[in-house]
T-cell receptor, first 110, second 114 residues
């Protein structure tokens, strides 16, 4: 299979750190991406991991463990504007396609 | 700026009346995608083009068709929209040669069916 699983909702306070986990099925897997989507907007790319380890981009970091079929997105110094849905995504087999997880809704409270 | 442009932003159609959604890109990417996204759900891939090669997802209804007349443009045709087709339709591109590490999305077309 090629599905991904992530929590449906996470709530955190401004200034905190939050981790959004994603597990995936390994069939045809190349790498794990993360996208952010604000209400009414389009998904925007955050990061991609093809190799094990941590990738850092400003306040956001993404981690992949291929042996555990697991990755996470780490958001530091949370701001109100980080309230959004976060999707993990992976390559699909049979051509150039990206399959999305169901998304994690992040609520940042003051 | 290079980008993915979708028109219109909002589209209202009547039940059963054909509708076409448009997407253009200035990124010169090989791959173009159409996703359907319903409220609070993940984007669902309908089909994609690698250059002129069309790839349909197995569970995409026959009611949905696509055309890609050239590298820059791609169209989504819904032949007989039903109430269940009301959704956000997202066009995306990818310039990757081997894997899909990054998709560039347009702002989407919100389709309403009356």
């Amino acid at each position: 299979g090629q599905s991904l699983e992530q929590p449906s909702e996470v709530t955190a306070v401004e200034g905190a750190i939050v981790q959004i986990n994603c597990t995936y099925q390994t069939s045809g897997f190349y790498g794990l991406s993360w996208y952010q989507q604000h209400d009414g907007g389009a998904p925007t790319f955050l990061s991609y991991n093809a190799l094990d380890g941590l990738e850092e981009t400003g306040r956001f970091s993404s981690f992949l463990s291929r042996s555990d079929s697991y990755g996470y997105l780490l958001l530091q110094e949370l701001q109100m504007k980080d309230s959004a849905s976060y999707f993990c995504a992976r390559d699909g087999t049979g051509g150039f396609k990206t399959i999305f997880g169901a998304g994690t809704r992040l609520f940042v409270k003051a | 700026d290079a980008m993915v442009i979708q028109n219109p932003r909002y589209q209202v159609t009547q039940f059963g009346k054909p509708v076409t959604l448009s997407c253009s890109q200035t990124l010169n990417h090989n791959v173009m995608y159409w996703y359907q996204q319903k409220s609070s759900q993940a984007p669902k891939l309908l089909f994609h083009y690698y250059d002129k090669d069309f790839n349909n997802e197995a569970d995409t209804p026959d009611n949905f068709q696509s055309r890609r007349p050239n590298t820059s443009f791609c169209f989504l045709d819904i032949r007989s929209p039903g109430l269940g087709d009301a959704a956000m339709y997202l066009c995306a591109t990818s310039g990757s040669v081997t894997t899909n590490e990054k998709l560039f999305f347009g702002s989407g077309t919100q389709l309403s069916v009356l």
